[in-house]
């Protein structure tokens, strides 16, 4: 929490001294217009009668344009632009009033009209310099308490001197219980080189960040680049990691989504940070007019993807937001979140299992969603692959229920949630997905609807992910256990796949294919590797990196598309859409019939013939049996 401002004024105190300040003013424009003397003492009535008119008028336009109800301790660039129209306006009222009096020949002595000009710089000078004397002394209070508690206060070097480097300092600045104190920025720009940021140097570039905390005999290092690339976080984290310098980061853009920028988020650096993109930009007309007042629903609102979902859906204000899951504690848990976060939005939570198609479409028909996000899925590959009538049942016939009851109540837009697996898939889940996608497909163009899916690569820190999995691993002293030395994969982060889902979801116009660009895939080992030395340990010295062997149904790497497939831009630069081939919808239907049949029956064999038949460019069948030793 934020300490009090050291200098508490209260707003009475500024009326007093606008009052004298009027009066003040009034006095020197005459005395710079007339100098004093005899001629001065001569239009003192026609000063008396402008004192009067501006000590009535001009207080009571101060407090209706809101002079006296700012907190002028944190007084920006926007209140010096009000005093600025307040005193313009005041002046100008003033000088009607004056005007019309003098035209009355209440005094016989003129009126000299240049004295309203200069009377309105000195008001705007004398009303904004009290105000900004209020910040000023505040400040220098703040910073004298901040000295005498430099005890445990600790020096840190701000890598990027932009807007977030400047909003990190100035928090430092501003909060002296943080003991911290900025005493140097560093910054790849070299016009900001040489240049101070509210009192504090740039004294480099990014690879001379050690270099700039030995001479600062700095303590810790502060990343405030929150769309920094990865090489260039990389490069900053790597330096100080060989001095022995700790550092920290700003959350990533996503990471501040509706929420309030405060060097109290600062966090330790983590492997997302490392894989940091430049972050996708998102269309925020675009969304807000899909969701802004819409009943929005989405399936698996427990996991992950869904929760977050449900919290960027949110801040788009909808008209009502369904949460719906199989799992209760999950949903409570989401429940009781978004309450806090939007207290003034609809939630209704509704606990059911997507595979029940008489109880989805009474869910569907109460609640008449306009847009639903389909998130609910099986998703972990080996477990699938012993349990194929699960994957069946749930990623395909329970996708075929949620858009078959999306399409009885008249819904507007759908959204899948799918999978880089589901590309020429090689193991149950992702034939299951690419089922998921047929299925959406066919009804967008049977019905002409905005259903359409959207798939992306491993996403980091969702549930079972790989970075809890490595960091639970690490915590118990290693080994981390990866499958293959060259085993690489796509990555993002939650949020950012999330924002994928969204802008996908306001484009589409019905049976799109939509595709994050993720930059170049990354080796699962030199994920590991990171991971071990973010922790503060060394990989090989201090937790053992050991080969388990490929997992049944898992490829050495992934595609986004198959590979006779091109792509094509969308009015998104960040999202390509490409064109895959569909079933013909007899033979989609005749398909999705016998898997009901057969996951009745609990013919897993069967099942994966089926999809080994049907599902285009798969690779099925071609895997040893499960094994369960590695996890990763």
């Known amino acids: 929490m934020n300490s009090k401002p050291a200098l508490q004024i209260r707003n009475r105190t500024l009326l007093l001294g606008d009052i004298i300040l009027t009066v003040t003013s009034v006095l020197a424009s005459f005395a710079l217009r007339l100098d004093l003397g005899p001629v001065f003492t001569a239009y003192l009535p026609s000063a008396w009668i402008m004192i009067a008119v501006a000590l009535i008028l001009k207080p009571f336009i101060y407090y209706q344009l809101g002079l006296y109800r700012r907190y002028w301790v944190y ?58 004397s209020v910040r000023v002394l505040a400040e220098t209070g703040q910073l004298s308490q901040k000295a005498d508690g430099l005890a445990g206060t ?57 270099n700039v905390a030995e001479k600062k005999r700095a303590q810790e290092v502060v990343i405030a680049i929150p769309t920094a690339p990865g090489p260039a976080v990389r490069l900053v984290t790597t330096l100080c990691r060989q001095k022995g310098f700790p550092f920290l980061t700003m959350p990533g853009m996503y990471e501040l989504i509706g929420g309030k920028v405060s060097i109290n988020r600062l966090r330790q650096v983590n492997i997302s940070d490392l894989l940091r993109r430049e972050p996708a930009r998102l269309d925020e007309e675009l969304v807000g007019r899909v969701i802004s007042g819409k009943r929005i629903l989405v ?67 109460e609640y008449r969603p306009e847009v639903v996000f389909h998130a609910a899925a099986h998703k972990h590959v080996p477990l699938m692959e012993a349990n194929v009538e699960e994957a069946i049942t749930n990623n395909v016939l329970g996708t075929k229920s949620v858009v078959d009851a999306a399409l009885k109540c008249g819904t507007e837009r759908l959204v899948l949630i799918s999978t880089d697996k589901a590309v020429m898939p090689k193991s149950v889940m992702g034939a299951t997905k690419r089922m998921a996608e ?34 639970r691993q690490i915590r118990r002293g290693g080994p981390v256990t990866v499958t293959h030395p060259e085993m690489k994969r796509y990555f993002m982060t939650i949020p950012e796949a999330v924002h994928l889902v969204l802008q996908a979801g306001s ?37 053992e990196i050991v080969f388990t062997g490929v997992r049944p149904g898992e490829k050495l790497s992934e595609a986004l598309w198959d590979d006779d497939i091109d792509y094509q831009r969308t009015e998104h630069p ?56 590695s996890v990763l």
């Open 507 to 543: 484009m589409g116009a019905g049976g799109e294919l939509y595709v994050l660009r993720m930059g170049e895939q990354v080796r699962i080992v030199d994920l590991a590797e990171d991971l071990i030395r973010l922790s503060g340990l060394e990989p090989g010295k201090d937790v």
């Open 438 to 471: 047929l299925i959406v497909k066919d009804a967008a163009h049977r019905t002409g609807k905005a259903f359409a899916a959207v798939r992306f690569g491993n996403v980091l820190g969702s549930r079972g992910s790989i970075v809890p999995i490595f960091q």
């Open 299 to 365: 399936t698996g609102a427990g996991g992950s993807i869904g929760l977050e979902l449900c919290r960027q859906a949110a801040r788009w204000r909808p008209a009502q937001l369904v949460l719906l899951g199989h799992g209760e504690n999950s949903i409570f848990e989401a429940l009781l979140e978004l309450r806090e976060d939007f207290p003034d939005i609809p939630l209704m939570p509704i606990i059911a299992d997507i595979r029940d198609v008489v109880r989805i479409e009474d869910v569907f028909r």
């Open 75 to 132: 007084a920006s660039i926007r209140e010096m632009g009000l005093i600025a129209v307040a005193t313009a306006i005041a002046s100008i009222m003033v000088a009607l009033v004056v005007m019309m009096i003098m035209s009355l020949d209440v005094v016989r002595i003129g009126f000299p009209r240049s004295v309203l000009g200069i009377d309105w710089l000195l008001s705007l000078f004398s009303v904004g310099g009290l105000r900004l």
């Open 154 to 210: 600790r020096r840190v070097v701000v890598v990027g001197a932009g807007s977030a480097g400047a909003l990190v300092v100035r928090e430092m600045q501003r909060n002296p219980q943080l003991h911290m104190m900025p005493v140097a920025f560093v910054d790849d720009d070299p016009e900001k080189i040489g240049k101070e940021i509210h009192g504090v140097m740039v004294e480099g570039a990014l690879s001379e960040v050690t």
């Open 574 to 629: 960040d999202i390509v859409q490409v064109e895959e081939g569909m079933l013909p919808h007899e033979l989609l239907m005749a398909t999705l019939d016998e898997m009901v049949m057969l996951s009745s029956e609990g013919d897993a064999e069967a099942l994966v013939g089926l999809l080994a038949e049907r599902v285009p460019g798969n690779v099925l069948g071609k895997s040893p049996p499960p094994d369960y030793t």
